[in-house]
């Protein structure tokens, strides 16, 4: 059966860092696409970080360009979201979304972090708080 558990969340002062994790099971991470995706209460959910997992192209947010950075470990099947400098509008429950599709046209992390994974599977979400 399919899984995606984040960890990694916490309480952090401005101008820290954080390393969030999503551990898949199930599933070989050597195809698709998978991402970081937040959530404030009212506001639209945001994709911060896609990555093609076959191409290892990149999207991210313009609000965290610079400041975060995705990657995965195959021997771990494990995607990572590295968040320095950190801000209190980062705060949030981040969210690990994977599209199994294997067919991944041009620009299509953009689009998976625009519109969320296409087959729909998700974590359980791992909170973010960013406060002095």
């Known amino acids: 059966q399919l899984q995606l558990v984040e960890s990694g969340g916490g309480l952090v002062q401005p101008e820290g860092s954080l390393r969030l994790s999503c551990t898949v099971s199930g599933f070989a991470l050597d195809y698709g696409s998978i991402g970081w995706f937040r959530q404030v209460p009212g506001i639209e959910r945001e994709g911060i970080s896609c990555?093609?997992?076959?191409?290892?192209?990149?999207y991210y947010a313009d609000s965290v360009q610079g400041r975060f950075s995705i990657s995965k470990d195959n021997t771990k099947n494990t995607v990572y979201l590295q968040m320095n400098s950190l801000k209190t509008e980062d705060s949030g429950v981040y969210y690990c979304?994977?599209?199994?599709?294997?067919?991944?046209?041009?620009?299509?992390?953009?689009?998976?972090?625009?519109?969320?994974?296409?087959?729909?599977?998700w974590g359980q979400g791992t909170q973010v708080s960013v406060s002095s």
């Open positions: 979304g994977l599209d199994t599709g294997r067919t991944a046209p041009p620009g299509h992390v953009r689009a998976m972090c625009a519109l969320g994974p296409r087959t729909n599977h």
């Open positions: 990555l093609n997992l076959r191409d290892e192209s990149v």
